[in-house]
T-cell receptor, first 112, second 111 residues
Framework: DGGITQSPKYLFRKEGQNVTLSCEQN?????MYWYRQDPGQGLRLIYY???????QKGDIAEGYSVSREKKESFPLTVTSAQKNPTAFYLC???????????FGQGTRLTVV | QQQVKQSPQSLIVQKGGISIINCAYE??????FPWYQQFPGKGPALLIA?????SEKKEGRFTISFNKSAKQFSLHIMDSQPGDSATYFC??????????FGTGTKLQVIP
């Protein structure tokens, strides 16, 4: 089945630790995105990539890092610099910007 | 500013009724206006989308109405069903710029 796979579904992190969220797509999409979802705040863009080896900061990039070494993969690292990392993280891809975005099932990160 | 304002924040509708969610935008250069539906614990999925060259688009029970002069667009769900209970997000984008999402509307359809 074609789609976007995020893993893990649930993730617990101790304060001060970095953690990496996985996002893989087999839709052959060029554009990929990471969003953070908090109650009452909708979806906020963390980073996006329109092509391999290139990515841009979104609205809330501080404390996060990404890489795009392969077209299929766009992992997100939540670093210890992110002050409030507990949230629901969504990865998405689209054939090109300004077209339908396909979302993964999300990763719920909790800092303990 | 690239804002999209969505209302209401929550909505309760009786089964068979009409659900209406509104969005307003500021950037007149936006040219793609999708609506996404999200069930709890899942990622959003595209429901319906419109481009500004038309004023209305209908797909089944779902209709987008678009008012370019007022910079507003809305989602109408006819004959609302309990299975429509979800959170709905409007969004707007332009060209290769990032998508801006509204803050979401939690819809509950009661029997």
């Amino acid at each position: 089945d074609g789609g976007i796979t995020q893993s893990p579904k649930y993730l617990f992190r101790k304060e001060g630790q970095n953690v990496t969220l996985s996002c893989e797509q087999n839709l052959n999409h060029d554009a990929m995105y990471w969003y953070r979802q908090d109650p009452g705040q909708g979806l906020r863009l963390i980073y996006y990539s329109q092509i391999v080896n290139d990515f841009q900061k979104g609205d809330i990039a501080e404390g996060y890092s990404v890489s795009r070494e392969k077209k299929e993969s766009f992992p997100l690292t939540v670093t210890s610099a992110q002050k409030n990392p507990t949230a629901f993280y969504l990865c998405a891809s689209s054939r090109q910007p300004n077209t339908e975005a396909f979302f993964g099932q999300g990763t719920r990160l909790t800092v303990v | 500013q690239q804002q999209v304002k969505q209302s209401p924040q929550s909505l309760i509708v009786q089964k068979g009724g009409i659900s209406i969610i509104n969005c307003a935008y500021e950037n007149t250069a936006f040219d793609y206006f999708p609506w996404y539906q999200q069930f709890p614990g899942k990622g959003p999925a595209l429901l319906i989308a419109i481009r500004p060259d038309v004023s209305e688009k209908k797909e089944g029970r779902f209709t987008i109405s678009f008012n370019k002069s007022a910079k507003q667009f809305s989602l109408h769900i006819m004959d609302s069903q309990p299975g429509d209970s979800a959170t709905y997000f409007c969004a707007a984008s332009r060209g290769y710029q990032k998508v801006t999402f509204g803050t979401g509307t939690k819809l509950q359809v009661i029997p």
